[in-house]
Each structure stands twice: as structure tokens, then as C-alpha cells.
T-cell receptor, first 113, second 115 residues
Framework: DQQVKQNSPSLSVQEGRISILNCDYT??????FLWYKKYPAEGPTFLIS?????DKNEDGRFTVFLNKSAKHLSLHIVPSQPGDSAVYFC????????????FGKGTRLSVIA | DAGVIQSPRHEVTEMGQEVTLRCKPI?????LFWYRQTMMRGLELLIY????????DSGMPEDRFSAKMPNASFSTLKIQPSEPRDSAVYFC?????????????FGPGTRLLVL
């Protein structure tokens, strides 16, 4: 049973437009959420995170929104750039870290110039 | 900082052979995680260590898999005997837990192909 779900395997967006990647979770004990970006032949790299006490966290072009009641989070990238083309993984953990991350299966984002 | 180092980057072996994957975590980190990525199952946790002690190995698929962390700067994941279904990318990650949240940093992965 998948506790973290990314229902869109892929997404294509025009350069300069907004990319919205979605993630749903089922475990109400999750209190820390992260997004990782992965390029081919590389390991996932940390992008942005959010604690369950917040509903929004922003870092430059990247913003993560958390809706606890819906058990849903999303990553917004604006404006999207060709270099953003990668696989994006949503991850969650319990007890705010020091426990394993549970990952979604990823969404492949393609930003078209 | 060097980041998490994994070796080898690629491994091709024949069914039945022993495979050893190696990981050097980021200096000063106190948690280490082994993950496996496959098309079918995505990224799944195999085992993790806190302060060199194995905490949860429930993700290890079967007894053919074993992991050790003899010191804070080195860990191994061993598969013996290997099978074709073990073919995957294996990632090591490390973190420093200082509370309340910490981030895991991943190595580049080892791509394993068992023929």
C-alpha cells in the first residue's frame, strides 16, 4: 500500500509557464515533507521541504504548498526553465526526520523551450 | 564537501555471484540509509543505521541481502547470491539529525545488472 502517491507519471510544460506537481499521502502521522529532484545517472538532490506546522514554503522559483486536511501537497515552479526537466520525487517522514523517508514514484517533468 | 560517495558506479555480474556495494557518508552525519530504485516499485528503503547501529531492516528483501556499518565513515550492502531480479539502482543517503528536521543527502547510486 503506497503511503505517498504521485499520480501523474509525467508532465510537460512550456518554458516560462508554471509547473505544478502534485502529491497525496495517506499516513496522517507524516509531519515533514520534502521534494527531491533527480537527473539521469545522478542521485536525488534535495529541493525544498515543509513542516506540517506550515502550509507554504517558498525558495526562489520553488514553492511547496501543504493541505493537511486533504493530505495533499504540491510543488510549484515558476517560471519553469528547461534545466528544471527532471524527475521529481515527493517524500514524507514521521517525527520530523531521523526516520526513513517514504517516497512517491516520481513525476517526470519536461520543460519545453 | 565531498558528498556521499558510492562505489562502484556500475556493476555487471552473473547470477549466483556475490555483490558488494560501498558507501561513504558525508563526514559528521550520524544516519545512513540504503535505498533501491526499480521501475516497478520506485525508491524503497532497504535498511537504515543511526550512529552505526542498524535500526530498521524490514525493507531488506530476503536473507540474501545484508548490510554493515563498521564505523561512521563506511557502510556496505552485500547480496549473496545475486539474482537477476536484484537488478536495480542502489542509493546510499546520509543525514545529520539535529532536530527538528533533517535532510537526507543521496549518493550518485550504483547501477547493478545481474545476468
Amino acid at each position: 500500500d503506497q503511503q505517498v502517491k504521485q499520480n501523474s507519471p509525467s508532465l510537460s510544460v512550456q518554458e516560462g509557464r508554471i509547473s505544478i506537481l502534485n502529491c497525496d499521502y495517506t499516513n496522517s502521522m507524516f509531519d515533514y515533507f520534502l521534494w527531491y529532484k533527480k537527473y539521469p545517472a545522478e542521485g536525488p538532490t534535495f529541493l525544498i521541504s515543509i513542516s506540517s506546522i506550515k502550509d507554504k514554503n517558498e525558495d526562489g522559483r520553488f514553492t511547496v504548498f501543504l493541505n493537511k486536511s486533504a493530505k495533499h501537497l504540491s510543488l510549484h515552479i515558476v517560471p519553469s526553465q528547461p534545466g528544471d526537466s527532471a524527475v521529481y520525487f515527493c517524500a514524507a517522514s514521521v517525527n520530523s526526520g531521523n526516520t526513513p523517508l517514504v517516497f512517491g514514484k516520481g513525476t517526470r517533468l519536461s520543460v519545453i523551450a | 564537501d565531498a558528498g556521499v560517495i558510492q562505489s562502484p558506479r556500475h556493476e555487471v555480474t552473473e547470477m549466483g555471484q556475490e555483490v558488494t556495494l560501498r558507501c561513504k557518508p558525508i563526514s559528521g552525519h550520524n544516519s545512513l540509509f540504503w535505498y533501491r530504485q526499480t521501475m516497478m516499485r520506485g525508491l524503497e528503503l532497504l535498511i537504515y543505521f543511526n550512529n552505526n547501529v542498524p535500526i530498521d531492516d524490514s525493507g531488506m528483501p530476503e536473507d540474501r541481502f545484508s548490510a554493515k556499518m563498521p564505523n561512521a565513515s563506511f557502510s556496505t550492502l552485500k547480496i549473496q547470491p545475486s539474482e537477476p531480479r536484484d537488478s536495480a539502482v542502489y542509493f546510499c543517503a546520509s543525514s545529520l539529525f539535529t532536530g527538528p528536521q533533517e535532510t537526507q543527502y543521496f549518493g550518485p547510486g550504483t547501477r547493478l545488472l545481474v545476468l
